[in-house]
Structures are given as C-alpha cells and as structure tokens.
C-alpha cells in the first residue's frame, strides 16, 4: 500500500529519469531549484502528463506503464492535487468548488454539498460557503484547494509548491494551518517546494531533484549534512567539491587538486567550509597549509559582521571573513587573492 | 464613462480628429435615412403584412442560424484551439473562407453542393426528400454558412487563452473530459461565446447575398428583412428607408443591451482562468 514511481521523460529540454517511493501516512518532499522538473514529476503521477517508459503504481496497481500500454487518465486515479496557484473555479462558490469533485463523480447534489460543508468547516471557513473564489484571500484560497482535493477522498495528496503563491507574511502563518490540516490526512503525500523552510516544516522526507534527476533523498538533516549536489549545498551555504581520491588527493572536474586528510579513493564529494579558508593577498615563505589555490575576487557579500567572499579561479570557492579581516585586506572584487585550507577542516564522503 | 476614458489618457488632437471621422462615416448614413424617412406613414409601413412576415422570418432563421453555429462552432473551435493534427491552418482556412468569399459565390457553391441536383443534395433528395433551395431551411443555411465563422474564431481565440490548467484541475478531481467541457470550459470562455455568438447573429440578420442566391426571394418563406429592403427599393423607397430603419433599431437595440450586459464588467477569458 504505498505509491512508487520509476519513470523517465523527456519535455523539452526537461531530461527527467526518477526513482522514488512514498509510504501510506508519509510526505515526502520534492525538494530542488526552478526547472528542476519537479512539477512535471507531480503531473506525472496526476496523469497530466504521460510518461515515456517506466512505471507509476498506486497501491501496487500500475496508473502508468508504457510497457504493458496502461495509462489510467487522471479523473480514475484516486488523486488529489492543490496547485500551485490553487486554480479554485472562479464561476463557482467557495461551497460548488468543494462540492465539484463529488458532483463529478455522480453523488447526488445535497449529499455532495453537504460533505463539503463538512469539508469547509474542517479547515474552518464556512462562512465563506456562498462566496466566490476572489473574495478570499491566498491562504483561504489555498485551504479551499485543500477541502476540494480532500473532499474526494484520494489515496494520494499532491501539493505543488503550496506556499508559493502566498506573501511572506502570511507565509508562516498558513504553513502551520496547512501542517495542522495535512496531519488529519493519513494517505500518501507528495509536495513540491523550491524553499527548504516548507520541507522542513512538512515533510517527513526529502527527495533533491536538479536537472530532472533526484541526487539525494533522506530526511533534511541528512541532506543538508552531507550535500550532494551544488543546490544543496548553496542552501546549506558551504562549498561541495566533487572529484576523484587517489592517494589521498582529491582531483577535481576542473583540474584542481585537493588534499584531504583520509578518504577511500574513487568518486568523492568534498564540503568545505566557507569559515575553514583562509585569505592572503601574497603567499607567505614555506606556507603550513598545504591546500594553497589562486583567485580573483568576484564579490563582497556584507552579512552583519562576516563577509562572505566570491573567489573565482581553478578552485571557486565562498569564503567567510570578519569584516575586520576585510578592512585588513583591503580587498575589492577583481584583486588576485590566494586560498588556503587545512586538510583536516575538509569533510569527505564518497560519491 | 468608462474606466480607459478616466483623466490623463487625454488623446492627441489627430487622433480625436479621425475617429471624429470614423464616428460620423459610421453616423452619417443613418441620419440620411433618418433625413429622409416618411414619418407620417411610418405606421403604416411597419404594420404592412409583408414586413412584419419578413421582420419574423429574418428573426426565426437568424436565431436557428445562431444557434447552429453555437451547436457545430464550438466542437470545431475546440478541436482548432486544442488539438494539434497535420492540416490543421489548412482546415482553419477552409472554415472561415466564407468570411472573405463574395456572399453570392457561397450562395451559388452552397446551391451546386446542397441543391436538388448538388453533390450531396440530390442524395438528400432521392432518400429523404429533403430539399433546401428556395425553403425557410435553406435560409437558415445560407445564414449559417456566413455567419458560423464569426463564432469560431471568437471562440477559439478564447480557448487559447484558456491554458488548461483549470481543466486540468477539474480532470483530477474525478471529472470526465465531457464533464470538464462543460462544467468548467463553457463557462470559463462564456464571455467569448455570447460575443461570438452575437456576432454570428448580427452576420445572420444581415445577410443578403448567399441567401438570395441559394434561398430565392419569397415572401413568406425565404424573404428575409434584407431582401424585403431591396426589393421595395425598387417598388417603394419610402417603404424601404422605413425597413431600413427597423432593421437598424432592432440590432442597435440588442447590441447595445448585450454589451452592457456581458462586455462592459471587464470579464474576459483570461480573468476566468486566475481565481
């Protein structure tokens, strides 16, 4: 009883190959940047959006297999789906909105309205029933679109960016009522999210998509400890080098070397902490730090009292500085600047 | 006035000047029959049994007319606006040829198509016994053929707009693609529709050519407001200005009333997608 996706598709210039499996009872978020291919992921496992080979299963039972020409159209899968911009149903009231999944699928009128009543009062705006849609405001229109999904009862719930389309001062507001609401639905849950504030605020589990594949999946913690990807770790704000170890050297894409305390060789990532570099403007006789790189300066990042450094160079790295250290330096973007770490402050895992 | 026609949108002076022009082009002509209409025995006229049987004619056909265009525009816009097929410009084209084409020359194409002894008409004839030249039906047709392009493009256009994202939200909510159409579409492109469809209507009231062609001109049976007004040109030009005019009054009248009602809140397709 779970959902799980295999699938690949290509839209555009979307490559999208995915592998992922969510639990009855649990929500996994689809966290990565804009053009990830996350949303078409989420239309995937609606039907909207058809796949080209692999398997989507609900419950064990194929929605959407190319294989065996199984392709169950999204009005007879037991989805839900709240869209990013709600899309509630403008000629209608806040209550035919509810209502409408139902009605489509042939209850009776009153029998209809009623469990949308019912619906509207869970998430507490049944005052609004009679209304239009562009009488509420974004988080009652997001709790209306949560009513209507829910109202049909699905197996599976799918959120695409819930939180979006909101400002951000009700942002922190209506992400705690929409926890409270999605912790009374024990189905599967799927959402999408650009923001890692959301996905740790709702989500049980991670998955990083970028570029159409998903890179990393565990619960946040877990991700953001131990990146694997450059989304990650900008949102992390620590610098991830990927490479190849072999004797205890860590060799980068871009041909720079890094030397590491201890490391099984073969494919590694390296994270390495903006705090942990050290800058000098000349390099100092029989340096200690062996992790020396040369740079240019692209950027001054002012944060209260540490400024962050853009580097550009074989090695591009952010480093942090106090401003003190700064003022020291006198450093301007486009000044040469020479890096250096220690091998021990780099953490390294395999890739 | 209107919203556009608040302060500060005041416009150069040429071009207040020719809309000024364009304003009296489109005036001029109705101040002339104005000028010219034979009041007193207006009455009279109006009451003449042969206008008043044209008068209801031009109203029955122009309404079936409208309505089949509604009935057979709309699929065919969809299937224009949403569904991608080779030939698809080609079947546009086709579609809305009679929108350019001489009303006369589709009157004659209808006649060599429909008629007793046309492509389709003779089977029509031989196995049903239908048989449209010179009948109230063929009416009905000619004005079809002329004026159901009018709605299509209108409505296509509108469906465009409509990116399907509120459809789509109806699919996953258990709705069928049917139920979708009309639950959601429909009323998300009514706007357009109505706009459509008066157009459509305004075409069917005012056609002439293709149905004099195809439809003949009988009193009572095919002689519609247009055609009652060319031909008293020819007897009575008093009896025609007021003709004329009643025409004029009668679609001055719906246009003006539809336009407050459906157009003048600002109601557009796109609106109806966005909640």
């Known amino acids: ?351 | 006035m209107s919203r556009a026609g608040g302060r500060g949108t005041r416009p150069p002076a040429p071009v207040i000047a020719l809309a000024a022009i364009a304003v009296a082009f489109f005036a001029l002509p109705l101040i002339g029959l104005l000028w010219r209409a034979p009041w007193s025995s207006a009455w009279r006229y109006v009451s003449d049994r042969t206008a008043l049987t044209a008068l209801r004619l031009s109203m029955v056909c122009s309404l079936w007319a409208t309505a089949l265009s509604v009935v057979f525009g709309v699929p065919l816009a969809w299937i224009l606006a949403r569904v991608q097929f080779a030939g698809r410009g080609a079947v546009r084209a086709l579609c809305t040829l009679s929108m350019v084409l001489p009303p006369v020359v589709g009157g004659v194409a209808l006649f060599y198509a429909l008629g007793r002894r046309g492509l389709v008409g003779q089977w029509l004839y031989d196995w049903f016994g239908v048989q449209l030249p010179f009948t109230t039906a063929g009416v009905v047709v000619a004005q079809t053929f002329v004026a159901m392009p009018f709605l299509v493009i209108t409505v296509e256009a509108a469906l465009r707009q409509l990116d399907g994202r509120a459809e789509a939200a109806s699919r996953t909510l258990g709705a069928s693609r049917w139920y979708t159409f009309r639950r959601v579409t429909l009323p998300a492109i009514r706007p357009a529709l109505v706009a459509g469809a008066v157009l459509a209507w305004a075409r069917a009231l005012g056609e002439f050519g293709a149905t004099i062609t195809f439809a003949g001109n009988f009193p009572g049976t095919t002689q519609t407001m247009p055609l009652a007004v060319y031909i008293a040109r020819e007897t009575n030009p008093e009896q025609a200005i007021i003709l004329a005019l009643l025409l004029i009054a009668i679609s001055f009248a719906v246009l003006v009333g539809l336009r407050d009602r459906w157009f003048g809140r600002g109601s557009s397709p796109h609106d109806a997608v966005l909640a």
């Open chain 1, 1 to 351: 009883m779970s959902l799980s996706a295999a699938l690949q598709l290509r839209l555009g210039t979307l490559d999208l190959r995915a592998e992922f499996g969510v639990q009855p009872g649990e929500l996994l978020a689809l966290l990565g940047p804009n053009g990830a291919g996350k949303s078409t992921l989420l239309r995937c496992l609606a039907g909207l959006q058809p796949i080209e080979s692999g398997r989507i299963a609900i419950d064990d039972v194929s929605v959407d297999e190319p294989a065996s020409a199984t392709f169950v159209e999204p009005e007879r899968r037991s989805v839900g789906y709240v869209f990013q911009e709600y899309l509630l149903f403008p000629h209608m009231t806040v209550l035919e909105n509810v209502a409408f999944g139902l009605r489509a699928r042939g209850r009776p009128k009153r029998e209809a309205r009623d469990a949308a009543h019912r619906w509207l009062e869970q998430v507490g705006l049944t005052e609004y029933v009679g209304q239009k849609p562009q009488a509420l405001s974004g988080g009652q229109a997001q709790r209306v679109a949560l009513a209507r999904a829910l109202a049909t009862e699905p197996r599976v719930l799918l959120l695409d960016e819930p939180l979006a389309a909101l400002d951000a001062g009700t942002r922190a507001t209506v992400r705690r009522d929409l926890r409270q609401h999605l912790a009374t639905f024990d189905g599967i849950r799927v959402m999408v999210t650009h923001d890692p504030v959301d996905a740790y605020a709702l989500a049980d589990r991670v998955a990083i998509i970028d570029e159409g594949r998903i890179v990393q999946t565990g619960t946040l913690s877990e991700v953001t400890s131990r990146p694997r990807s450059r989304y990650v770790a900008d949102l992390v704000g620590v610098n991830l080098v990927a490479g190849n170890v072999t004797d205890g050297v860590l060799r980068t894409d871009g041909g720079a070397q890094v030397v590491i305390a201890d490391a099984a060789p073969g494919p590694a990532f390296a994270v390495i902490r903006p705090h942990s570099i050290s800058l000098v403007r000349h390099l100092a006789e029989g340096a200690s730090a062996r992790n020396q790189w040369s740079g240019v300066v692209t950027e001054l990042d002012r944060l209260g009292d540490r400024v962050r450094v853009g580097i550009d160079g074989a090695m591009p790295l952010t480093a942090e500085i106090t401003a003190a250290a700064l003022d020291a330096l006198q450093l301007q973007p486009g000044d040469p600047i020479h890096t250096s770490v220690k091998a021990t402050d780099i953490e390294v895992y395999p890739a």
